[in-house]
């Protein structure tokens, strides 16, 4: 068995004195696992590197094996990320919350192209965040729980939507809402009333009590913690 493809690399952990198992998220296979001999030593260190873009070659004996990878680096994301200290968080929240949602060898490749453009987004915009929350909404969707923001869910309308039902996930207009909107959720759109960071307060409810849920009711990574962290603490610099 053998197949070839590019992807980000969300994991790598030891694996016995010189080797190294690392999950890629790639485009026609989805989160893949594999054994990169030589992985552990000092000269792939530098390539195997949370985020680095790779192409890959898998091989295994039968398809159920882990295999092993042959990697060759495309582009490294670490260096450029470390420089600033948001973007290093983001990076770590991409990463390790694909590493938890994603089922293995399932591929998703409307959300791999967004994480794509989501991680070329970190070096290139002043201002990924509003970016990240679009890119957590779709991680929502494509993984089947996505929310319903087209219209109030009580009256019909397409304006004026400032809310989320925490029950089920659709919006709610102000009109709406009435005298249950301290019960509601922020509506996740950086136009609204409080912005990005009500908006993945929302996301990151449906990630805890919904998707998180599904899998066992585990735990968020905390690296997305601390990326909220990073966004409060910019948003107070700003003030």
């Excluded at 882990?66 to 929240?93: H, K, P, V, W, Y």
């Excluded at 794509?116 to 965040?129: G, K, N, R, S, T």
């Excluded at 102000?174 to 136009?191: D, F």
Aim: hydrophobic share 45%; charged share 25%.
């Amino acid at each position: 068995m053998e197949w070839r493809d590019q992807g980000v690399l969300l994991a790598v952990r030891r694996h016995g004195e010189s080797a190294a198992i690392i999950e890629v998220f790639t485009d026609l296979r989805g989160r893949h696992a594999g054994v990169v001999r030589g992985g552990g030593s000092r000269k792939q260190a530098p390539i195997l590197q949370k985020g680095a873009q790779l192409d890959v070659t898998w091989r295994a004996r039968l398809d159920e094996h882990i295999g092993t990878f042959r990697a060759e680096l495309l582009l490294s994301r670490a260096a450029t990320a470390m420089a600033d200290r948001q973007a290093l968080a983001g990076l770590n929240a991409i990463c390790d919350l694909l590493k938890f949602v994603l089922p293995e060898r399932e591929p998703h490749p409307r959300l791999y192209r967004a994480t794509q453009a989501l991680l070329a987004a970190l070096d290139a915009a002043p201002d990924f965040v509003p970016l990240y929350l679009e890119w957590e909404l779709l991680l929502l969707e494509d993984l089947g729980f996505g929310l319903d923001l087209g219209s109030c869910a009580v009256t019909g309308e397409t304006e004026m939507l400032e809310f989320v039902s925490p029950r089920t996930g659709r919006a709610v207009s102000r009109a709406g809402a009435g005298e249950w909107a301290e019960k509601l959720l922020p509506y996740p759109a950086a136009r609204v009333p409080g912005g990005v960071l009500a908006g993945l307060r929302t996301t990151g409810y449906f990630l805890e009590t919904r998707l998180a849920q599904s899998l066992g009711d585990r735990p968020l990574p905390e690296a997305r913690a601390r990326l909220m962290a990073e966004v409060r603490r910019s948003k107070r610099d700003e003030t």
